[in-house]
């Protein structure tokens, strides 16, 4: 399977300003080198903690934001090197649905002139197509026909991320990226909405690349799975290796903490305590040993960096101890 989207060593710094003249005074490190790719036709999921950098993560690669360093590539493409015809075609191809389906609506705009506008600035002159393509679109997304002079206003939160994802897909992309699509609805609203986007990847051949904050969420969906910490991504593995056989301290606090019926397989001992580091001064070495109990001096002074886990060379983890502790975890 060929990588359709290629991230490289990324960078998103954001300036901090202060006094009179505004001057830089310091930085919030939201993204840290970030390397991983995406192969045409799965589902990446990237997850952690609110503040870890997923949601600037996802903004950087479509050039809302421009990435302080590092490379994105698209098809083989520098995405940081495109402009004009071929930045708008990037735009075309690589789609975002946002996490709050009524602020990312314009609340002033009919369903129907949301859903053409992106056609007409691609070319669609023919008032006629643009019309024959939203139907089509509507009818794939669950929604009537008879929506189309409706305002965001007049739907429920499920029927407007609906929306939001008939807009991404009206364009027909390559890639979407789902920041967060489910956090803002009801749990009952939640499985019709990933069923949705399950469809549609199987019936349009899409690529996801799929930001939650809900390891739940993110295994029922994801083929593989990042999970960040503090703007840098400390374990990379296929969705079963994750959920079955975490290597990372961070990654097995994250699971120990959700909620399961039965209460004598909750883990209490990794539970997590203390915040996450302020992204403006992130400590030294790993960024995770403020909180690991597993932490000794090298961690405290040396970045560990994402590496093959075991032989598993497809299961990454940036832990100094991953594999002594999984030696000491597994039953002899």
Known sequence: MSALLEVEGLDMHFPIRGGVLQRTVGQVYAVNDVSFEVRAGETLGIVGESGCGKTTLGRAIVRLYEPTAGTVRFEGRDVGALAGDEL????????????????????????ERTLEEPLLLHGVTSRDERRARVRKLLDTVGLRQSDLPKYPHEFS????????????????????????????????????????????QKEHGLTYLFISHDLTVVKYISDRVAVMYLGRIVELADSRAIYASPRHPYTKALLAAVPVPDPSRERREELLEGDVPNPSAPPPGCPFHTRCRYVIDRCRSELPVLRAAGDDSSHRVACHRADEIQQEETPS
């Open 157 to 200: 939160g499920g029927q407007r991320q609906r929306i939001g994802i008939a807009r991404a897909l009206v364009l027909e992309p390559k890639l979407v990226i789902a920041d967060e699509p489910v956090s803002a609805l009801d749990v009952s609203i939640q499985s019709q909405v990933l069923n949705l986007l399950m469809d549609l």
């Open 88 to 111: 708008k075609q990037l735009r075309a191809d690589i789609q975002m649905v946002f996490q709050d389906p009524y602020t990312s609506l314009n609340p002033r705009r009919t369903i």
